[in-house]
């Protein structure tokens, strides 16, 4: 028997690895059915002892010997290169898989990571801030502190300088000797403030005539003291006459000095414009 010439040779090995997957597939199938082909042409062949030559083993690439049986060529072996490309298919799938998920871990990862660094940051921001805040705060309450401080330091000086400005404008107490002249002299102050009219001679003078100097002088003997109401005191005034004629500020006894005169003065120079006037009894 004699076979067609195969002008197509089947790829090596070297080759069968640069194929592509699908073609791999397709590389195995087609050897496995010429696996099988081989197979049954080798049992025809095995019949008809001799009817093969040597030219025909030439054509066809293959050698076919009498009475020898074709070696078979199991399915199982036929498969055996598919099978392959799946697991190494199946294996690169994995890996890529593999890889696929470290990476989505290390992003994971580094997000939280991340994620925790931002929340440490607006933690720290926050802080800041809030120190910040008391900060000025702080700062804002001593300012104010101060500044009361300061104004209050300030009004009590003012009002320290003005008491100060008040002693030193006030006059001091003018102190007077405790006899006629003194008696005379605080008197015509007093006259003085209260604008009325006299001197220290005119006063003097009518003293010495009516109570020569006695302060405690009274007249029991006259009209007044037929009536009742004698005349006292430095310059011999009656009670009624010192009631109404009293100058505000001096004593309402009328044995007192600077009282009496004050009250004579007043009453003179209602009656005769001043004790300076007065030249008798009055």
């Not at 009817?51 to 009498?66: H, K, N, R």
């Not at 107490?173 to 001197?199: T, V």
């Not at 009631?243 to 004050?262: D, K, L, R």
Request: with cysteine.
């Amino acid at each position: 028997m004699q076979f067609s010439t195969v002008t197509k040779k089947l790829p090596g090995v070297s080759s069968f690895n640069r194929l592509s997957k699908k073609h791999k597939v397709t590389a195995a199938g087609s050897t496995a059915a010429a696996a099988v082909l081989l197979a049954v042409v080798g049992v025809e062949a095995t019949a008809g002892a001799g009817s093969a030559t040597a030219a025909s083993d030439a054509t066809t690439g293959f050698s076919v010997s009498a009475g020898k049986p074709v070696q078979q060529i199991s399915a199982q072996s036929s498969l055996a290169p598919t099978k392959a490309v799946k697991d190494a298919a199946q294996h690169k799938a994995d890996l890529a898989a593999a890889a696929k998920q470290r990476v989505a871990e290390a992003a994971h990862k580094a997000a939280v990571k991340k994620a925790a660094a931002e929340h440490k940051a607006a933690a720290h921001n926050a802080a800041v801030h809030e120190a910040a805040v008391k900060k000025a705060a702080a700062a804002k309450k001593a300012a104010a502190a101060k500044k009361a401080a300061a104004t209050k330091a300030a009004a009590k000086k003012h009002a320290a300088a003005k008491k100060a400005a008040a002693v030193k404008a006030k006059p001091a107490a003018k102190h007077y000797a405790n006899n006629l002249d003194g008696w005379i002299r605080q008197s015509l102050a007093i006259m003085h403030a209260k604008h009325i009219p006299g001197s220290y001679e005119g006063i003097h003078r009518n003293i010495m005539r009516e109570s020569s100097g006695n302060p405690k002088a009274i007249n029991l003997w006259d009209i007044n003291a037929r009536n009742g109401i004698p005349s006292k005191g430095l310059l011999q005034v009656i009670n009624p006459t010192f009631s109404t004629y009293h100058v505000s500020g001096t004593s309402w006894n009328i044995y007192n000095p600077v009282a009496n005169i004050t009250a004579a003065c007043n009453y003179a120079a209602d009656r005769y414009g001043s004790m300076d006037n007065v030249n008798s009894a009055y």
